[in-house]
C-alpha cells in the first residue's frame, strides 16, 4: 500500500491550500477515508473524514471552512481549505481505515501565518 500526499505549504491567514492524497494498493471504493492533523505539542486529531458512499463529516473547528471529497476513479482525497487561521498549522495526515485495515500517509506541513 502506498500513499502519497502533497499540497501542503505557507499561507497567509484567510488563505486557501488543497490537500491531496493519492493510495495504490487497496480497493479504494471501500475505505473510508480522512484527514487528520497534529499540531507541536498536541495529539493527532481528526479534521475530516468521508464514508465509502461519500457522506462527509468534520471537527467542529473547521467546519464551514475546510471541504473533503473523494475521487474514486482516481484513488484519491482531498481537503480544500479556506479562511485558514494560525491555529490550523499542523501536519496534516491522510488516511484509509477499513475494518482492521489501516493506512497513513506521510504527511504534509501546512503553516498559517498571521
Known amino acids: 500500500v502506498q500513499l502519497q500526499a502533497s499540497g501542503g505549504g505557507l499561507v497567509q491567514a484567510g488563505g486557501s491550500l488543497r490537500l491531496s492524497c493519492q493510495f495504490s494498493?487497496?480497493?479504494?471504493?471501500?475505505?473510508?477515508m480522512g484527514w487528520y492533523r497534529q499540531a507541536p505539542g498536541k495529539q493527532r486529531e481528526v479534521v475530516a473524514v468521508?464514508?465509502?458512499?461519500?457522506?462527509?463529516n468534520y471537527a467542529d473547528s473547521v467546519k464551514g471552512r475546510f471541504t473533503i471529497s473523494r475521487d474514486n476513479a482516481k484513488n484519491s482525497v482531498y481537503l480544500q481549505m479556506n479562511s485558514l487561521k494560525p491555529e490550523d498549522t499542523a501536519v496534516y495526515y491522510c488516511?484509509?481505515?477499513?475494518?482492521?485495515?489501516?493506512?497513513w500517509g506521510q504527511g504534509t506541513q501546512v503553516t498559517v501565518s498571521s
Open positions: 494498493g487497496i480497493a479504494f471504493s471501500l475505505y473510508v
Open positions: 468521508i464514508t465509502s458512499r461519500g457522506n462527509p
Open positions: 488516511n484509509a481505515y477499513r475494518l482492521e485495515h489501516n493506512y
